[in-house]
């Protein structure tokens, strides 16, 4: 074609002739012309091809070169690319965006686009363009599902591993293997090398060993730890046995999507993590899953002032006129509100209306790919098989599929979260471990990880953590420190990690805007007031706690009120006889608030199962029925509060036993629910000494310092004003310093 364009038939010619003996009769010549009338450059072009074909007889295929879907779409398109690359409207060169006419046409206007090309080509090149079509075929596999497998040298296959590994795992946590135990084992591995999801649950082990080893926080989080096998794999840490989880709240082998084995790391150590996902897995079939960055009112209205040329002042004055944020779902169109109305009869005159409507039509459209806080897929395979990637930024790679595309093509995702709570755990269990290591002890050889070690070895009951919880002075502790959060653990009397799990459901839009709460609350203070009068809690008490006496052992730890997703499940299973499975769909239908008609058969179907199996009338079936759908969609999962309960709990012991240290870790990780003047504030509570940034012992970040045998909190250097990281660095290294000049 270059051969062409300079008139150089002959090598032209040479070109094609070795294309078509290279691919036969897959071989055409492309007619493209703009959807404005060709001008004379492009017919002379078209000209020369059809010369060609005619002498090397190949078939013609038109086409256009299309960059938007209709005609008036063209000064969107040129936005669009302004935006991109960060110009003004007025400076961007031609070459920048498509000029008008680069819409799709359909056969008619494309005839008419070839319409002075001799007589029988545009026929003859439409035609081409539609045989093309016909011989393209594209079998997008969406809904077979792509599992990642893993390598077992040395070992029997998948199925067999995890079972071995999992027993062997039951026996290490709970000393035998009991009846009850070796039965729920077998019903999840089956269930589990049924959907073929034993790789995973071995992948997963893997990638948790390798974090406890290197010395990475880690916590489940999730309905993952409903599992027996993950607990006994060690990728949950809450047991189910205990807190009566059900398997099928995690894996359901009638729910149509795969599990989700969720883990918290921290923050700052999580790509750590996932560098060595990609090494252990290979790099080719391991990648972060993207998220589509929309356009949304307030970024596109920024960049399209940009690009009209507002001056930033005028443009940062519009958006505070408008609110930080919109509700709407990606792409949804603005119909009921238009978010601009305000702002159009406020602003009448030029460009202003342009901006706006220009600002609407972009609304919802993709902007960029960014990287999903966690999500990452394994192949089983090259992943390019499967999906497009590309490399992101900070050198990973992503797919170019969002989340939802990438489970529709049958990839597993897993999600690796990073959590500022686990980094300031991290914090004080390594400043333990050094004061540990420093003191003279046995000389035997340290373990692998001693942050994770400490950590692990918190006891879960410790009697000062527990008032630290009851009087809430949890300012600092992940999940527990928000004012309503204390206020909660302070009306339920919070002591525990069940009291901490109760806590975590409670304290919830829903149940806060339910009555739930207040339910709760309620009944906890009649029982905790029965109690302290040291009266048993009669059957009257009772009977005002439960619908039916049948529930009380369901609901006996919550007083009768229905606080977790479990919950649910267990009321349609023990109550009227549903399968877990069944009643975790039906758990899954309440959640959703769905209504149709599957619902009334499905509340038929416990109305008389209740009746059947506890002699429960219809209205009371009917009221508990009501109290389960009310309840469902504001459920927590049990599962996930235990998690989080354990990191609250852990966080409560290391403020309680070693206050300095805690209170320097999360000042250093720049807290969390509060600004860093509160938690100042709190440290000079409880009675420790704050020091401004001294030179010759302040770190980059807030850090424990000790002065004249006394702990302190030493603000860091990263405190002052203008101080680089370099600078920073060369303090450290250069200190101590005796003068000025120095």
């Not at 609304?363 to 806080?373: F, K």
């Not at 109690?531 to 609901?555: D, N, S, W």
């Not at 309840?631 to 300095?660: D, I, N, Q």
């Not at 409880?686 to 012992?697: A, E, F, N, Q, R």
Request: glycine share 6%.
């Amino acid at each position: 074609a270059a051969w062409l364009a300079i008139g150089q038939a002959a090598p032209g010619r040479w070109v094609f002739e070795q294309l078509q003996a290279f691919f036969l009769d897959r071989l055409y010549l492309e007619l493209q012309v703009s959807a404005a009338a060709p001008d004379e450059a492009e017919l002379r072009w078209c000209t020369n091809l059809l010369r060609l074909a005619k002498n090397l007889r190949l078939p013609l295929v038109s086409s256009v070169d299309i960059h938007y879907l209709q005609p008036e779409q063209a000064s969107l398109q040129r936005l669009v690319s302004a935006i991109r690359l960060n110009l003004p409207l007025n400076e961007l060169p031609a070459q920048a965006y498509a000029l008008p006419g680069a819409h799709f046409l359909d056969q008619e206007a494309l005839l008419a686009a070839l319409g002075r090309l001799p007589v029988d080509a545009p026929q003859r090149a439409v035609q081409g363009t539609l045989e093309v079509a016909e011989r393209c075929q594209f079998d997008l596999p969406v809904g077979v599902h792509h599992y990642p497998q893993i390598d077992l040298p040395g070992e029997p296959n998948p199925d067999q591993a995890l079972r071995q590994r999992a027993e062997a795992g039951a026996i290490q946590r709970y000393g035998l293997l009991t009846d009850e135990i070796q039965a729920r084992l077998d019903h999840e591995l089956e269930t589990i090398q049924t959907c073929g999801y034993a790789s995973l649950f071995l992948i997963m082990q893997e990638i948790i060993r390798f974090a406890r080893q290197a010395g990475v926080p880690v916590s489940s989080r999730g309905s993952a730890a409903s599992s027996l096998v993950a607990h006994c794999l060690g990728i949950t840490t809450p047991d189910p046995i205990r807190l009566s989880l059900y398997f099928e709240r995690f894996l359901n082998p009638m729910r149509v999507t795969p599990p989700d084995i969720d883990t918290d790391l921290c923050s700052r150590r999580r790509d750590q993590v996932i560098h060595f996902v990609y090494e252990r897995f290979g790099e080719q079939r391991v990648a972060m899953v993207s998220t589509i960055n929309r356009f949304r009112s307030r970024s596109a209205l920024r960049e399209t002032a940009k690009a009209y040329g507002l001056p930033p002042a005028q443009v940062s004055a519009l958006l505070e006129k408008l609110p930080y944020r919109w509700g709407g779902p990606p792409g949804r169109e603005i119909a009921e509100e238009d978010v601009y109305a305000s702002l159009e009869s406020e602003y009448p005159h030029p460009p202003y209306p342009e901006i706006f409507r220009a600002a609407r039509a972009i609304l919802g459209l993709p902007r960029h790919l960014t990287i999903h806080p966690g999500g990452v897929v394994i192949a089983p395979g090259l992943l390019s098989d499967l999906a497009p990637v590309q490399l992101a930024p900070k050198g990973v790679t992503i797919t170019q599929f969002d989340l939802v595309s990438v489970g529709r093509l049958g990839l597993l995702k897993i999600d690796l979260l990073g959590i500022r709570g686990l980094t300031v755990l991290g914090d004080v269990a390594e400043a333990i471990a050094t004061e540990r290591a420093a003191a003279p002890t046995r000389a035997s050889a340290p373990r692998p990880s001693p942050v994770m070690e400490i950590l692990e070895s918190i006891p879960d009951q410790d009697e000062t953590t527990s008032q630290t919880l009851q009087a809430a002075r949890t300012i600092g502790c992940f999940q527990i420190e928000s004012p309503g959060m204390r206020a909660t653990l302070r009306e339920i009397q919070a002591r525990s990690t069940d009291d901490l799990m109760v806590a975590l459901a409670l304290y919830r839009p829903g149940p806060l805007t339910g009555g739930l709460k207040e339910a709760f609350v309620e009944r906890f203070k009649t029982h905790a007031a029965q109690r302290q009068a040291r009266q048993a809690v009669g059957a009257v008490g009772r009977a005002a706690f439960y619908l039916h006496p049948a529930l009380e052992p369901m609901l006996q730890e919550t007083y009768g009120v229905i606080l977790y997703q479990e919950q649910v499940l267990r009321i349609a299973h023990e109550l009227a006889g549903f399968s877990l499975s069944d009643a975790d769909l039906l758990r899954r239908a309440m959640s959703h608030f769905d209504l149709d008609r599957q619902m009334q058969v499905l509340k038929e179907k416990f109305l008389q199962g209740a009746a059947r199996k506890h002699q429960v009338s219809e209205a009371i079936a009917g009221r508990i029925w009501d109290q389960m759908a009310a309840f469902a969609g504001y459920g927590f999962p049990k599962a996930h509060a235990a998690s989080y309960a354990e990191v609250a709990w852990r966080a409560a012991w290391c403020k309680t036993h070693y206050p300095a240290v805690f209170m320097a870790a999360v000042l250093a990780n720049w807290g969390g629910y509060y600004s860093q003047r509160i938690y100042l504030t709190e440290a000079r509570r409880m009675g420790l000494t704050v020091k401004p940034p001294l030179v010759d012992l302040a770190q980059a970040e807030f850090s424990l310092g000790w002065l004249k045998g006394q702990p302190a909190l030493v603000m860091g250097l990263g405190q002052v004003k203008e101080l680089t990281g370099r600078t920073i660095q060369r303090i450290i290294q250069g200190r101590p310093f005796a003068t000025l000049n120095d």
